[in-house]
């Protein structure tokens, strides 16, 4: 059965330093992962997505995501955090025979600190 | 700008009284989704509709319903909310490409708190 771990509950970092979140995912074919991020009472917004193709996916604000296949893990990353990114990060496979169903991790809290 | 839209906002309802959670969309997208999300976990999908064709997740109570009137509008409507009923309920959409390709757009979410 597909699944998503996202093995870091919480995250602190400073501003301005980088940031790499982790997924990793079980998955017997080619997956088609997402992150997404959820701001306190919003609701999800996608941040990136890979289908297939370069390994390395550039999403908005800033972000970016490589796919390895070997390591079964799509990790988010950013060069340089800013307060605002301060949120809970989802990594999601869409599962196949499924239409578009996602399948999410249990998400990863971001602090950043002055 | 095209979005997906979720009212109320925040809803208060007592222990067994039946409420509505409505969700629009002006992205003219074929699938409407509701998702069940509990503080900090994950969102858990609870229904979709495919145009008019209602896709009901194995493990969702019986409590919870959904209509989907028309393209634009969706509703879940839980019959009796327990305390465990309490969470955030998330609508989104996607154009309805067959597949796990097919990307989903999310709304807000509406906060329902019962009594």
């Known amino acids: 059965a597909q699944s998503v771990t996202q093995p870091d509950i919480h995250i602190t970092v400073s501003e301005g330093a980088s940031l790499e979140l982790r997924c990793n995912y079980s998955y017997g074919a080619t997956p088609y992962l997402f992150w997404y991020v959820q701001s306190p009472g919003q609701g999800l917004q996608l941040l990136l997505k890979?289908?297939?193709?370069?390994?390395l996916v550039q999403g908005i604000k800033g972000f970016e995501a490589e796919f390895k296949r070997s390591q079964s893990s799509f990790n988010l990353r950013k060069p340089s955090v800013h307060w605002s990114d301060a949120a809970e990060y989802f990594c999601?496979?869409?599962?196949?025979?499924?239409?578009?169903?996602?399948?999410f991790g249990q998400g990863t809290e971001l602090s950043v600190k002055p | 700008d095209a979005m997906v839209i979720q009212n109320p906002r925040y809803q208060v309802t007592q222990f067994g009284k039946p409420v509505t959670l409505s969700c629009s969309q002006t992205l003219n997208h074929n699938v409407m989704y509701w998702y069940q999300q509990k503080s900090s976990q994950a969102p858990k999908l609870l229904f979709h509709?495919?145009?008019?064709?209602?896709?009901n997740e194995a493990d969702t109570p019986d409590n919870f319903q959904s209509r989907r009137p028309n393209t634009s509008f969706c509703f879940l409507d839980i019959r009796s909310p327990g305390l465990g009923d309490a969470a955030m309920y998330l609508c989104?959409?996607?154009?309805?490409?067959?597949?796990?390709?097919?990307?989903?757009?999310f709304g807000p979410g509406t906060r329902l708190t019962v009594l």
């Open positions: 989104a959409t996607s154009r309805g490409q067959r597949g796990p390709t097919d990307t989903q757009y």
């Open positions: 509709y495919y145009d008019k064709d209602f896709n």
């Open positions: 890979y289908f297939s193709g370069d390994t």
């Open positions: 999601a496979v869409g599962a196949r025979n499924q239409g578009g169903k996602l399948i």
